[in-house]
């Protein structure tokens, strides 16, 4: 295994971040890091990037821990942070020579790098303007190549398209897909499971620090065996989400107060869908949409945390 | 080697940011330039000596003797007539002159009949009286010796007259006959001198040698603003998890993060006493390896401070404007603002606790008192001790500030 992080534990005062976490990540695999915000993924990506030491266990990058040999084993790690980690009064090619020449990078092999990765996010074009004048896409784009300038084995990903335009996101998706049969091996967080049901060959789904499933997707949702209705109901919200939660079959019911949206994971959702409908009709209360998702990574998530991966903590 | 390219890397970077920053090249040079150059011509009258204060004159005594005591005077104050009592009244509502001499017309029948004359001295109401002090000191002086000369010699020969009067031989007394013309009264010398071991002063302390020293003192403590912002702005942005996440030692970090900011501090001495030197016409003397250690020390500590406040604060909108308003109140307590010596005692003590002070004392040790290496290494060791206290400081709320 490329990545080897065992019985990861982490405290901040009385407050247990991280309980006995353990993953491993082979080269070539993308693997998504998933829970609710306060979940524990930041001080996960933290000490997989060495950021953070762990109270207990280890790290090894291609065998080399990552406390006791850090900066040899820091080598091999690239890290996009969620924010955009670039310093936009320079160009592009400035980053990047900035953080290839902090890697060791120098000379001809350091102009050749910043070629490569420019051309890996398709920004070969653009490099020598002052990162100020792009896109958030393209300046997420410019984020994940400074994490490859100096072509680690292991890339972390922190939410890596919040905020960027479909081209960016698919230019990104298709990087990291590029990346990934390379032999690089990722780990993907993020708040869009569909990006997660796309890339990754595994999931981990982490709740209150500590790891609750792990697996492909297909045999979460084979294991949760269980799809979700999502109905656009009038208020009251609380009254309906209370009418519904009682229903044979349901596992979990979510409420979106923004738009009036109750998600309910079910098993056999299609009935659950018809009988949802009665109850709400027989209680008064109008229904504007309906959406039927026979299984899917989302429905699992909710089932295990209780949550929306979007919920705020 | 490769510790070092690291190093330089993250120097060039900052430097490179800071180019493209207008509002850190004003706040770092232009304004500590604008600074010395209003201040030391606005202070320029504190500090001069060659400048005396202007007094006006209302003459009116129709005989010698107020014109003898104007004659006196006249190089203890710089003295203007005035034609009358309202043109000199006016002219001290201006703020033309700090006070006005009026002697009237029988000053001198008064003072030579052995009266007692007085002299007027109008004054303006809004006039200090550390200035007004010196001038009637200087006219009660000019005015008592005068009288001396011109009362003593009517009262001598009074008494010659009588004793002539009195005598039966009045010839043995015609040796006295022109004896007390021309007579002065003495004048005690005050010889300068200076503490064992002190060497006698290079230059007479000047606006200049306030303010060059001064307000690049202040400059150089602006960087506390710059640093801080940056290290937050990194903090912000995310480029200081990645920063972090670089295989870069904690001390390799540390003087990348902090060595633009230190070079920034000496080439912004070196403009300032440039500007000094070359535009102001500042003498500084041979002692140019003490004057470059005192600066080296001030940037350590004013580097050290800015990462200390970088560490007090999260995000750049948290530290707004406070590091500013720190620099500027230190200034003020260190010296910068206003010269010791017009504070109050226990303002001077408190200024010996900011480094500012002891910054200004080392720059005026070589400015004034000509002082070599050896002079201001009391002045470097305190400064020196500033910095290493606040950068451990610094480092231990480092340690204890997640990325």
Not at chain 2, 114 to 135: C, H, K, M, N, T
Not at chain 2, 203 to 226: C, K, Y
Not at chain 2, 349 to 355: E, K, S, V, Y
Request: contains cysteine; hydrophobic residues 50%.
């Amino acid at each position: 295994m490329l990545l080897d992080a065992r019985d990861l534990h982490k405290s901040y005062g009385k407050r247990q971040a991280v309980v006995g976490l353990t993953l491993q990540v082979a080269a070539g695999e993308i693997f998504g890091l998933l829970g609710p915000n306060g979940a524990g993924k930041s001080t996960t990506i933290k000490m997989l990037a060495g950021l953070v030491a762990p109270d207990r266990g280890s790290v090894r990058v291609a065998g080399l821990d990552l406390v006791r040999s850090a900066c040899a084993a820091k080598r091999l790690v690239g890290i996009v942070p969620q924010e955009l980690a670039v310093y936009p009064g320079l160009s592009a090619r400035d980053n990047l020579a900035f953080w290839g020449e902090l890697y060791g990078l120098s000379g001809r092999r350091l102009a050749a790098r910043i070629g490569a990765v420019l051309e890996v996010v398709g920004l070969a074009e653009r490099g020598r303007e002052p990162v100020e004048r792009f896109s958030g896409g393209m300046q997420r784009r410019l984020n994940l190549a400074i994490g490859l300038i100096h072509e680690p084995r292991l890339l972390l990903l922190d939410e890596p398209t919040v905020g960027v335009d479909p081209q960016s996101r698919n230019r990104i998706f298709e990087s990291i897909e590029q990346l990934s049969r390379e032999g690089m091996a990722i780990v993907y967080t993020s708040h869009y499971l569909e990006e997660v049901e796309r890339l990754c060959r595994r999931v981990a789904i982490v709740d209150s620090g500590r790891l609750i499933a792990e697996g492909t997707p297909a045999q979460l949702q084979a294991a949760a065996g269980h799809g979700l209705v999502v109905l656009t109901v009038q208020q009251p919200l609380e009254e309906a989400a209370a009418a519904l939660v009682a229903l044979p079959g349901v596992v979990g019911v979510h409420q979106e107060q923004g738009d009036g949206r109750l998600t309910m994971a079910a098993h056999r959702p299609q009935q659950v869908l018809v009988a949802a409908l009665e109850v709400l009709s027989k209680a008064g209360i109008g229904v504007s949409g309906v959406q039927l998702v026979e299984s899917s990574l989302e429905a699992v998530f909710l089932q295990l945390t209780s949550r929306s991966l979007r919920d705020e903590p | 080697m490769k510790t070092l390219r690291q190093i330089w890397a993250l120097t060039w970077k900052d430097l490179r940011l800071l180019a493209g920053d207008r509002t850190a090249i004003v706040t770092l040079f232009i304004l500590p330039a604008l600074f010395l150059m209003v201040m030391s011509q606005a202070l320029a009258g504190l500090y001069n000596r060659g400048q005396l204060p202007r007094v006006l004159t209302i003459n009116a005594d129709r005989g010698p003797v107020a014109a003898k005591i104007l004659d006196r005077l006249s190089g203890a104050v710089r003295l203007e007539a005035a034609p009358d009592r309202a043109a000199a009244e006016a002219r001290l509502r201006s703020r033309e002159a700090a006070a006005a001499v009026v002697f009237g017309d029988n000053f001198s029948r008064l003072a030579e009949g052995g009266g007692q004359p007085s002299v007027g001295f109008i004054v303006d109401p809004a006039a200090p009286r550390e200035l007004l002090a010196p001038i009637q000191g200087a006219i009660r002086g000019a005015a008592e010796r005068t009288l001396a000369e011109v009362v003593l010699p009517i009262r001598l020969r009074e008494r010659v007259d009588d004793l002539v009067a009195q005598s039966p031989d009045p010839l043995v007394f015609l040796p006295l006959a022109g004896a007390f013309d021309n007579l002065q009264v003495g004048e005690v010398a005050l010889k300068e001198e200076y503490p064992s071991g002190s060497a006698p002063p290079a230059q007479r302390p000047g606006s200049l040698q306030q303010n060059v020293p001064a307000w690049t003192i202040f400059g150089i403590f602006f960087i506390v603003n710059a640093l801080a912002l940056s290290i937050l702005r990194e903090r912000q942005s995310g480029t200081l998890t990645r920063l972090a996440a670089a295989p870069l030692s904690i001390p390799v970090l540390l003087a990348g993060k902090l060595l633009p900011f230190y070079l920034i501090n000496l080439v912004q001495a070196a403009l300032m006493f440039a500007l000094g030197i070359f535009g102001l016409g500042l003498q500084v003397g041979a002692q140019w390896p003490a004057l470059i250690l005192v600066t080296l020390a001030v940037a350590a500590v004013a580097t050290s401070l800015g990462l200390l406040i970088a560490t007090l604060f999260e995000t750049p909108e948290q530290l707004g404007g406070i590091a500013s308003a720190l620099v500027v109140v230190l200034a003020a307590l260190g010296g910068i603002l206003v010269p010791g010596f017009v504070m109050p005692e226990l303002m001077r003590r408190l200024a010996t606790l900011t480094p500012q002070y002891w910054a200004l004392e080392g720059y005026q040790s070589v400015l004034l008192r000509d002082e070599g290496i050896g002079g201001v290494l009391p002045q470097v060791g305190v400064l020196l001790l500033f910095a290493l206290g606040l950068f451990l400081l610094a480092a231990w709320r480092l340690g204890r500030t997640p990325v």
